[in-house]
């Protein structure tokens, strides 16, 4: 049998039929030396078998509890983080098995994770390398432009060339800046330093990045909230995630629209809104907004890239927030990031 195969439970077994061996010799030696106490004899025995029975039992268990609170924390200081926590599984049986299966899993887990570990470290010196080779090309480019554009000043169809070449290549350094940054995201190469940091004030600094845009396109953007709500994150990666949603309301607002960066405080949380009077998303598009590089077939935007969103939804989530969409077409959009206080 199976379970026989463990020693304490074999033990265990044995000594209880020995026991019950035992206990029928000692009942039948008594009755046979004094029949009168027969009843007493017959009643008196099996108690006390049981009584050691019981005894040897509670012990077992006591043991088994033992192995069984070992392998748990042996497990929780695996999940801790001890890559070198592993269960004692020197016996045989079937718990001794499962354990050893558990160990198993434990190595392959530290194998993956070692793998995954030169993988990041091979993706950052990538982006890094990528990043630099860019910058320069990119750098150039920009200068000759100027140069085009300052030659070409009389000249109106150099002019608007020069014009639409700007516009692309600050389209090609938005995608090569977004996606290093959201590859640094997904390879976890980034450190994001939080300390505790004043919505109002990085509401502030989003609102003066867009504001000589918004006045060159007639829109307006307004910050609605009091001056001492707290939010414990690291400043600069969250005015890049709320740049990308502003930017993506004014990318679909006509003249005289409005951009609104709300935001309030509860017992359990941070709440910052960003609601826009434009076009709204189609139903269709609600459940793709954020893959990255998906273009709906209904937008009439041909500038965007298909970044800022995803890019945005990355950094929310590094910071353990929430994103959600709340749109009417034809109406306006907004976008409702939750912040759990801890």
Known sequence: MKVLVNGKTRRFFCGACALVIVSAFFCAAAVWAKPEHAVLSAFLCPLLCGCVTVLLYYDYLRQQEQVIEDAKKQITDFIAGNENARIACNEEGELYRLFHEVNSLAAILNARAENEQRMKEFLKQMISDISHQLKTPLAALNIYNGILKEEGEH????????????QELDRIDTLVQNLLKITKLDAGTIVINKKDENVSEMMETV??????????????????????????????????AFDNLVKNALDHMKEGGMVTLEWRQSAAMVQICVKDNGSGIHPEDLYH???????SRFSKDTQGIGLGLPLAKAVI?????SIEVQSDLGSGTAFIVNFLIS
């Open 155 to 166: 000249m109106p169809t150099v002019q608007e060339f020069s014009e639409r070449s700007e």
């Open 207 to 240: 609102r003066k990045h867009f504001l000589y845009r918004a006045g060159q396109e007639g829109k307006e953007l307004r910050l609605v909230g009091e001056e001492n709500v707290v939010l414990f994150c690291d400043a600069c990666w969250i005015v890049e």
């Open 317 to 321: 989530e590094a910071h353990n927030g």
């Open 289 to 295: 907004i954020f893959k990255r590089f998906y273009r």
